[in-house]
């Protein structure tokens, strides 16, 4: 049986899976079965941040494996105070729970926010306003989050206290406050719902409306964060800082890992015994981070995230097939006129170019640390196709 074969009879099909078995990635270029080369614009769904097996990356993560590669969070380790040291530097936030995933990081966000709620205001003002075409995960209660209908399926019944809201659309929202409206949960840039950025004017009314009636703002950048759009934060761009932010996909550089942060007004809400994970703030994942953090912090990389998004941004635009050019930094939609985006990702695959989709656009989500070289050579192709 082939691995193919072999996966898919003892594999549960949750996956629309593509017929390629990655086998193994040096940089932004990996290797199938058969020792075909794809020039990587996804990294994994924006995951490997650094590429496939940075150095300095690998480095730590084995060094970490060798000495202690999990303890119980009844204990302390250094490797995880430094890493929630440096990712609080970073970000400006007082204090960080660690989780396994972008749906973990949510959960408690969610949680973080209704308690917050409950031992100021007391029973009732539970509910949480997220942004129609949102994306915040696949557990029950992040599904229940989820602004679109498509998701709200088979698995009844779902989390109560969600209501969804237009996003750019000001006047929706307000309509929505009444009274039980504990916190609002945005991401910047929609990612799964199609890489579209909220407008300024909007997120900034959104703040104040939400400072006024101290109702909490959970910025979702699991997606977004940790130097994807060309700011450590999306938030950066807008020039606000949500009371809750949640990290996770690139933020351990592969490693599965996330992360909610939380600001002073929030940061002492979850005591013990509120809250926890078993696997969360794993030493192996901390040590990962800690090395995604070392790159993406160091001198000019922001700068050079963002300039590299304007150069793709530029040469897409050139080419005919492309109608418009969404996201921010390196989180980039691409739609196109006449063609459909899932044959231009099969396409690509077969000319040894990774891409991604979201909703009816092509997705560029390319390794942070990508050269020029690498570019020239995925857009090559894309611009073939195209
Ligand atoms: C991917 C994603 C999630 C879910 O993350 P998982 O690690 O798959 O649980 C949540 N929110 C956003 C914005 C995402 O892009």
């Not at 099969?346 to 990774?354: I, T």
């Amino acid at each position: 049986m082939n691995t193919i074969e072999k996966f898919n009879k003892n594999v549960m099909g949750t996956y629309g899976r593509l017929d390629m078995v990655i086998e193994s990635g040096k940089g932004r270029v990996c290797e199938d079965e058969d020792g075909k080369a794809y020039i990587d614009f996804g990294s994994g769904i924006g995951t490997n941040s650094l590429g496939y097996c940075d150095s300095d990356w690998v480095e730590a993560v084995c060094n970490q494996v060798k000495s202690l590669q999990h303890t119980s969070n009844y204990y302390y380790t250094k490797v995880q105070a430094d890493f929630a040291e440096k990712l609080c530097q970073a970000t400006g936030y007082s204090k960080v729970f660690f989780g396994n995933s972008g749906a973990e990081a949510n959960e408690c966000a969610i949680k973080l926010a209704r308690k917050y709620s409950f031992d100021k205001y007391g029973k009732g003002r539970h509910t949480i306003i997220t942004l129609m075409n949102s994306f915040h995960g696949r557990t029950l209660c992040t599904l229940s989050a989820t602004g679109q209908d498509s998701f709200h399926n088979y698995f009844f019944p779902f989390v109560e206290g969600f209501k969804h809201a237009n996003a750019n659309d000001i006047e929706d929202l307000k309509s929505k406050l009444d009274g039980a409206v504990c916190a609002v949960m945005i991401e910047y840039v929609q990612g799964e719902g199609g890489v579209i950025a909220l407008e300024k004017d909007y997120v900034s009314q959104l703040y104040k409306i939400c400072e006024e009636n101290d109702i909490l703002i959970i910025a979702d950048e699991v997606q977004t964060g940790v130097g994807r759009t060309g700011k450590f934060l999306a938030g950066d761009h807008y020039g606000v800082k949500a009371d809750i932010t949640t990290l996770a996909k690139g933020l351990a550089g592969g490693l599965p890992i996330g992360a909610c942060l939380a600001n002073e007004k929030c940061a002492d809400v979850l005591t013990a015994g509120t809250h926890g994970s078993t696997f969360g703030g794993n030493p192996i994942a901390c040590a990962g981070g800690l090395a995604v953090l070392n790159k993406v912090l160091s001198e000019g990389f922001l700068e050079d995230v963002a300039e590299k998004g304007k150069y793709i941004r530029e040469r897409l635009d050139e080419l005919d097939e492309v109608k418009d050019v969404s996201g921010l930094g390196l989180m980039i939609g691409v739609e196109l006129k006449t063609k459909s985006a899932k044959d231009i990702l099969n396409k690509a695959m077969e000319s040894g170019l990774l891409v991604l989709t979201a909703k009816e656009k092509v997705r560029l989500l390319p390794p942070l640390n990508i050269s020029y070289k690498e570019i020239e050579k995925g857009l090559a192709i894309l611009a073939n196709i195209l």
